[in-house]
């Protein structure tokens, strides 16, 4: 069965500073991997997938089958950042396994 | 465009009562999914769709879960003999296809609260 973890329920980083929230599967296929974000108020939306390789708000995340990750980083962390980040999987079979999210507070 | 809706946004109601739980997906979208959101944790897959089909139920949690999707397009979440650990935000979501590289669309959410 697959298996996501977001190991920090909670990050607090100061706005400008590099932030980066953990993400680790575990799926014995090769896995689609993907970043959701809720604001504040709103619904839950992609932020970026694997396969893209794009760049969304200034967001990367990079897959590292050695390790089974799929952490999200960007250099330099502004308030509007502030919401709540999923980590998800997808299988070839369709189905969708979520981690439990990682609050991120960004700080003045 | 309309995005995905999801009826009603609240659900307040007793143990032991049923309830309809609705869900209107973006149209052409052929794959839909219901996940089940408890406080401090993440969507919990319960079943998806391809079209009239459930492709995958294994997350229903029992069988008083039950959905349907009779014209491939709006889909209805059933529960039976409601439980107070059945209180949750209940999310659908839907997708172009079941192809795993594509994005869901997430509703708004129906908060039951089962008292």
């Known amino acids: 069965a697959q298996r996501v973890t977001q190991p920090e329920k909670l990050l607090s980083v100061f706005k400008g500073a590099p932030v980066e929230l953990k993400c680790n599967y575990s799926y014995s296929g090769s896995p689609e991997l993907f970043w959701y974000v809720q604001y504040s108020r709103q619904r839950l939306q992609l932020l970026l997938r694997?396969?893209s390789r794009e760049s969304i708000k200034g967001f990367t995340a990079d897959l590292n089958k050695g390790e089974t990750s799929f952490h999200l980083k960007k250099p330099f962390a502004q308030e509007e950042d502030s919401a709540m980040y999923y980590c998800a999987l997808n299988t070839n079979a369709g189905k969708s396994t979520f981690g439990d999210g990682t609050t991120l507070t960004v700080k003045p | 465009g309309a995005g995905v809706s999801q009826t009603p946004s609240n659900k307040v109601t007793e143990k032991g009562k049923y309830v309809e739980l609705r869900c209107d997906p973006i149209?052409?979208?052929?794959?839909l999914y219901w996940y089940r959101q408890s406080l401090g944790q993440g969507p919990e897959f319960l079943i998806y769709f391809q079209g009239t089909g459930a492709a995958d139920d294994s997350g229903l949690p029992n069988d008083r879960f039950f959905a349907v999707r009779p014209e491939g397009s709006v889909s209805t979440l059933k529960i039976q003999r409601t439980e107070r650990g059945d209180s949750a935000v209940y999310l659908c979501?839907?997708?172009?296809?079941?192809?795993?590289?594509?994005?869901?669309?997430f509703g708004p959410g129906t908060r039951l609260t089962v008292l």
């Open positions: 149209s052409g979208h052929t794959a």
């Open positions: 979501a839907s997708s172009p296809s079941a192809d795993p590289y594509n994005e869901q669309f």
């Open positions: 694997h396969i």
